[in-house]
């Protein structure tokens, strides 16, 4: 007699945005060592984000790195054209880097700010263009 073997539920279907320029094999949760195709780096600094956010297109994943060079914890939070929020860099700590990976999937104006309490007010907000 013939014994056969099956693997049990082996198969996962993940739903997965259109964009396919990573791997098949996304480990969900760690965006660590995802697919990047730019990196933006920002500092704060006196309720500011010094930086340069260079040309960026539609469809890329870029990796926001945000260094704290201030003596307050600061955060990064990121806002599609449409305002939908995209992503955040959570509350970093005076001398830490913080990063996350974003999909930027359509073009236009996108804005970053910090959600701390008024550090937004007090100037820690800007924007740039995806094309
Ligand atoms: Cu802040």
Do not use: W
């Not at 997965?16 to 195709?37: E, M, P, Y």
């Not at 804005?111 to 309490?117: D, K, Q, V, W």
Request: charge should be neutral; include cysteine; aromatic fraction near 6%.
């Amino acid at each position: 007699m013939q014994t056969t073997s099956l693997l049990g539920g082996g198969a996962l279907v993940l739903g997965l945005l259109a964009s396919s320029a990573c791997s098949s094999s996304d480990h969900a949760g760690s965006q660590r060592d995802a697919h990047v195709d730019h990196t933006v780096q920002l500092e704060a600094k006196g309720y500011r984000y010094v930086g340069t956010v260079g040309p960026l297109r539609a469809g890329e994943r870029v990796q926001f790195a945000l260094k704290n060079d201030d003596a307050l914890d600061h955060e990064l939070e990121l806002f599609g054209p449409d305002g939908t929020k995209l992503g955040e860099i959570g509350p970093t700590r005076p001398g830490a880097t913080g990063h996350a990976v974003i999909a930027l999937s359509t073009t236009g104006r996108y804005r970053y700010s910090c959600g701390i309490s008024d550090h937004k007010t007090r100037g820690m907000s800007g924007t740039f263009t995806v094309t």
